[in-house]
């Protein structure tokens, strides 16, 4: 018989095989691995907390509020080394007051006790009006544990605003699924996550970390200033607190302490190349390294046996790992 049956054939050892990929598979892969979808790299981030009764459930031991604090002071730094040139906002809602701020101390946030209803309606808007004017890509997390809304009015007007403005909605539930949920991160691109426990939350909250996709054409400057370095004692006007050493604003001459950040004078966003680069690694990540023969490393002298596959810059184990971490391009390709 000339087509044996497949029990009658040789006995191969098919997973030792060096199968090479045709480029359509290739192209597959790569797509999958390096997204190059437009990502939106300079975002700000409005986190809007439900404060309200529900928020000292004992859902999650030994409470809701606990585990929210928690989980936020992982996820806050971060959120800042993933997207060193974004920003963050919070406000503390519930049916009678609406907190908003800036500042990303989370048990200075949570401190009081809940009291009231949930009013997802009015903290919607008051998230709005706080980020409606910045230029960049403006994201809204609703962190709610109340199955129970306290809104009298509808709901499509704030929609169509949230549209208009092209802000999306992200909402975790913590205690199960509502439709209004559902509707308003579906008409805004978002996502509607229910946590099953606090470790799943904790990997909610570390998902949007990364820049999503943007789906508009158009392309928006934003000006930026690279501050100049200045090693003088000073008070700075972020922090209003004495510096050895500071930056100074390019465009008003205002001192600050770090970077990057907003300047509290002039408003302009100031960076350095540094945070740029970051910015960029989820657009343009770098390639793994390909083993080579012993080498010197580029950057400690030590003996390496990875290397760039562009310029064969040679690297050791653990220059490998910080370039790949931290700086997220090659040094010799920059050379």
């Known amino acids: 018989m000339a087509n044996s049956f497949a029990w009658e054939k040789e006995y191969k050892r098919t997973w030792l095989e060096d199968k090479k ?24 981030l409005h986190i809007l907390l439900d ?39 919070f406000s503390c809602v519930n049916d009678r007051t609406i907190k908003i701020t800036n500042s990303t101390n989370v048990k200075d946030l949570l401190n009081r006790k809940g009291e009231g209803n949930f009013s997802l309606l009015n903290g919607l808007y008051g998230a709005v009006e706080h980020i409606k004017s910045y230029t960049f890509c403006k994201e809204i997390v609703v962190i709610v544990s109340s199955l ?25 539930s913590i205690c199960g699924e509502l439709m209004i949920y559902k509707h308003i991160v579906e008409s805004t691109g978002g996502k509607l996550y229910v946590p099953l426990n606090i470790d799943h939350f904790d990997y909610i909250l570390k998902s949007l970390t990364i820049p999503s996709e943007i789906k508009s054409a158009t392309i928006n400057l934003i000006k930026l200033g ?31 302490c770090s970077l990057p950040m907003g300047c509290p004078i002039c408003e302009l966003q100031l960076v350095s190349s540094l945070n740029i680069s970051k910015s960029y690694q989820h657009m343009y990540p770098l390639k793994l390294f ?29 220059c490998n790992f910080f370039v790949h971490e931290n700086l997220n391009f090659c040094l010799g390709c920059k050379k």
Do not use: W
């Open 148 to 172: 129970v809304l306290k809104d009298s009015d509808s709901y499509s007007e704030i929609i169509d605003i949230l549209k208009k403005l092209n802000i999306k909605i992200n909402i975790i």
């Open 21 to 44: 990929l045709d480029s359509k598979n290739e192209y597959k892969i790569n797509k999958l691995i390096y997204n190059d979808k437009k990502k939106g790299i300079l975002r700000h």
């Open 226 to 256: 690279f501050p100049k370095v200045i090693y003088e004692e000073g008070v700075c006007a972020c922090h209003l607190q004495m510096n050895l050493a500071g930056y100074e604003c390019p465009a008003c001459k205002t001192y600050i």
């Open 290 to 318: 390909i083993k080579c023969p012993e080498g010197t490393c580029i950057v400690c002298q030590k003996k390496g046996e990875e290397c760039c596959g562009k310029c064969n810059s040679v690297y050791c184990d653990d």
């Open 51 to 89: 404060v309200s009764l529900s928020i000292d459930k004992n859902d999650y031991l030994p409470s809701i509020r606990k585990n929210i604090i928690s989980s936020l002071e992982k996820f806050i730094p971060k959120f800042y080394l993933e997207n060193p040139i974004s920003g963050m906002s």
